[in-house]
């Protein structure tokens, strides 16, 4: 009889993990060693596989079966489907209601195969705890080929890319890269920003918890780009799974030469150490994040101010990124520019990761090419809104995004086309907002979130954030005056205009953003004491 | 040091090299607002109220920019009042206390703004009140620090490091929580009064005599 040989992935993101993963990968331990099966099949701890709303998820290779909301007790059965001439356990399998189907293969869902999975190809994919598997995936080959390159090839070939930053102005990488390198001095440092911490937003803490390895990897290459010889990972306190896999990837890479002294026998050297947050959403602002690693509190530098890639770390010129920009170097780097550059909208490149949440069907972790219309995301890959109900809303960006109605819904997602909205890019949150949600609630929430992250030191941040919240929470509660829009719109202009770093200049989004597009509602619960979504108590 | 020629709001005037543009305002009689800017101190950009328009549209804290000869700036203009404004108002709606009894009386640095930008104390009111008065910190054994009258122009606590180097003030809190603190080092103060000294409105005040009942 022949045996099936099978890898059986199984989910250990902290959305799976939190839905009890760790006890799986337990019981299918065992219960492979009871139906005597331990010898064909192979257990692998995996990273964050992307569909978090059907999870704890298990999924079984070569075929790609796709086990969703999977309990302990589901494991004989899926054990027992392994023996050969069996079928996959049908009722875990993803049921497509279009269709009225149940699909096996995940390939096959939709949700999937919309996608374009370039960062996130080995997240869920590999085990990210051993470098081994990372390496057969390719790991570590793009930095194999940069070291035989001149740091200026590299510099030419991000530049050529097109990749933009994650920051709020999406700044062009190569250029960023470049000045590190020109900067003058012996001492350079490299920075991956992981201190995500807006409300919703989950893809960098995936990425460093999927795939550290292609994280540490653009970093290495980072280095010796411009020169730097050391490199901090500013992680979040928050995200404990991923400073432990990372810490684990950093002794691995070690202790294959990847990271160290004289990196595969090149006279290149070059080290990492992970740095944790201590929990504030202002240390993921470039010069707050570095006064924080230098042992100080995280509070922004004014501008007019020389740039981080001249006068960062210690004084010495500094090279930070966020974690999904470094993921994407050994693309760049294994596949051409041309190859990168020929993915995405006119002046955005490659793709863009999002943390697709709210009211919608398949919420999770999704990799959509730059210029994805919002209706693809929402309606294709995030099948819709549940119930039947009316979409109203998608937020982008965070606490720093806006809101977007329907009408955009056709509008291709990209750097520009999110900031003329009044929305941005950011760290990539996106929550879908139906018929039920209160806009203005909505932007009293995010207010709320940025007044008590303020970090204090400048004033229309400080006072004016606060006012806005004040004003706001004042409205949902039934105790808006007529003047209060005006005042809104004047203190988030000034507080745009004022404020000393993007924080601030940022804050006023989703109350502009909801003002500009859903400014009845503000009038319904100002005029009429009515919220029209029925959630503000006070306005019922 | 040479000397270059910069234009402030139309007017010509001279500034040595490396001076930055509010100290060449402030040497040549133009007022521009500012609350965190002390001669002695580096500048900090914190207060925000000394924004000036450059000839590109972009606002710029004039206490941080060096002159640069022929440079053309603007600190009246619309753009610049939409700006900061509202920034003196919220200051003026969280700051507790009416100016009777304040220490700072007349030589009150918000006073001086409030009086330049003829801030209308009718349109403070369409604001929503600030939360609850907060308490004096009374640690120090010279002084006391009304987080009311503080503006957290961070004058003191650059005082304390720059000019005293002891660097025992510092923020505590988030928000508008924030205030400014001993960090529990209180002890180690000498009671120099040089941040007390260089307070630009009323958020250190020496403690009061101590009556004695006879």
């Known amino acids: 009889m022949p045996e099936k040989k099978c890898t059986i992935l199984v989910c250990q993101g902290t959305g799976c993990i939190s839905g009890g993963a760790e006890q799986i990968l337990n019981s299918l331990e065992t219960e492979l060693v009871r139906q005597n099966l331990s010898g064909a099949m192979q257990i692998k701890h995996a990273g964050c596989h992307g569909f978090c709303q059907r999870g704890p998820l298990v999924v079984i290779e070569p075929e790609g079966i796709f086990y969703t909301k999977v309990t302990p007790n589901d494991i004989p059965d899926i054990v027992h489907s392994l023996q050969p001439d069996t079928v996959p ?71 050529k890319s097109g990749l933009r930053g994650l920051g709020g102005a999406g700044f062009p990488t190569g250029r960023k890269w470049e000045a590190a390198f020109q900067a003058p001095g012996k001492d350079k440092y490299i920075i991956c920003n992981g201190d995500e911490g807006d409300p919703g937003a989950f893809q960098d803490r995936s990425v460093l918890e999927g795939d550290p390895h292609s994280v540490l990897e653009g970093m290495i290459i980072a280095g010796f780009a411009i020169g730097a010889r050391h490199g901090y990972a500013y992680v979040r306190n928050e995200y404990p799974f991923a400073v432990h896999r990372l810490g684990i990837a950093i002794k691995q890479a070690r202790k294959r030469g990847f990271l160290g002294k004289n990196i595969l026998g090149s006279k290149f050297s070059f080290d990492v ?85 709210g009211k919608v069907v398949n919420s999770g972790l999704i990799e959509v090419t730059m210029g994805t219309r919002l209706r693809e995301i929402i309606y294709d890959i995030g099948g819709g809104i549940p119930d039947g109900r009316a979409f109203k809303a998608v937020q982008t960006g965070g606490p720093s995004g806006g809101c977007l109605p329907p009408e955009l819904l056709n509008m291709p997602v990209d750097f520009d086309s999110l900031t003329a909205a009044g929305s941005m890019m950011g760290s990539g949150g996106m929550v879908v907002m139906d018929q039920d949600t209160c806009m203005v ?63 601030g200049q940022s804050a006023p989004n989703p109350v502009l953003s909801t003002i500009r597009y859903f400014r009845d509602e503000y009038e319904a619960h100002i005029y009429e004491g009515h919220c029209p979504a029925g959630v503000c108590h006070g306005c019922l | 040091m040479s000397k270059v020629t910069i234009n402030i709001d139309g007017k010509e ?59 053309v700036v603007k600190t009246k203009t619309k753009k610049v009042d939409k700006a900061i404004r509202p920034t003196v108002e919220l200051l003026i709606a969280y700051h507790h206390d009416t100016c009777r009894g304040c220490p700072a009386i007349g030589k009150c640095e918000l006073q001086t703004v409030m009086s330049h930008l003829k801030i209308d104390r009718k349109r403070v009111r369409r604001l929503r009140p600030p939360p609850a008065k907060k308490p004096l910190d009374k640690m120090n054994s010279s002084f006391d620090y009304d987080p009311n009258r503080c503006v957290l122009c961070g004058v003191c606590i650059n005082t304390c490091e720059d000019i005293h180097g002891v660097s025992l003030l510092y ?44």
């Not at chain 1, 997240?123 to 740091?151: F, H, S, T």
């Not at chain 1, 050994?330 to 190859?339: R, Y």
């Not at chain 1, 229309?460 to 706001?472: A, E, H, N, Y």
């Not at chain 2, 209180?186 to 120099?192: D, G, H, Y």
């Open chain 1, 441 to 503: 609630d909505i932007a009293r929430y995010f207010l709320d979130f940025t007044q008590r992250e303020s970090c204090g030191q400048c004033i229309p941040c400080r006072i004016g954030t606060k006012q806005m919240f004040d004003i706001l929470d004042n409205i949902t509660q039934g105790r808006g005056k007529p003047e209060d829009i005006d005042t809104l719109l004047e203190l988030g202009n000034s507080i745009k205009d004022a404020s000393l770093c993007a924080l």
């Open chain 1, 273 to 357: 150490e992970i740095f944790q947050g201590a929990g504030a959403f202002v240390c993921g602002e470039s010069t707050a994040l570095v006064l924080s690693i230098e042992g100080k509190r995280g509070m922004p530098r004014p501008l007019p101010r020389p740039r981080t890639t001249e006068v960062g770390l210690w004084d010495k010129p500094t090279l930070l990124n966020n974690v999904k920009t470094y993921a994407n170097i050994p693309l760049i780097i294994n596949h051409g520019s041309q190859w990168f550059a020929s993915r995405g909208s006119e002046k955005s490149k490659g793709t863009a990761i999002f943390s697709l949440t």
């Open chain 1, 89 to 159: 356990v049908e009722r875990l399998l993803y049921y497509d209601t279009t269709i009225n189907r149940p699909i096996k293969s995940f390939r096959d869902i939709p949700f999937y195969y919309k996608q374009q999975r370039l960062v996130l190809r080995n997240c869920g994919v590999i085990n990210p705890e051993n470098i081994d598997d990372a390496l057969a995936a390719g790991g570590y080959q793009a930095l194999r080929k940069a070291l035989a390159m001149k740091p200026t090839e590299i510099i030419e070939e991000i530049k």
């Open chain 2, 13 to 71: 005037v001279q500034a040595e090299s490396g001076q930055t543009v509010l100290d060449t305002a402030l040497a040549n009689g133009i007022y521009i607002p500012h609350l965190c800017h002390h001669p002695e101190l580096k500048p900090r950009g914190v207060c925000r109220l000394c924004l000036m328009e450059m000839a590109d549209g972009e606002l710029i804290t004039a206490c941080r920019m060096p002159v640069i000869a022929g440079m």
């Open chain 2, 171 to 214: 923020y505590v809190g988030r928000g508008h929580e924030t205030k400014v603190a001993f960090y529990g080092d209180e002890k180690k103060c000498e009671s120099c009064l040089e941040c007390l000294a260089r307070c630009p409105v009323g958020g250190l005040m020496l403690k009061k005599p101590v009556e004695v009942r006879h």
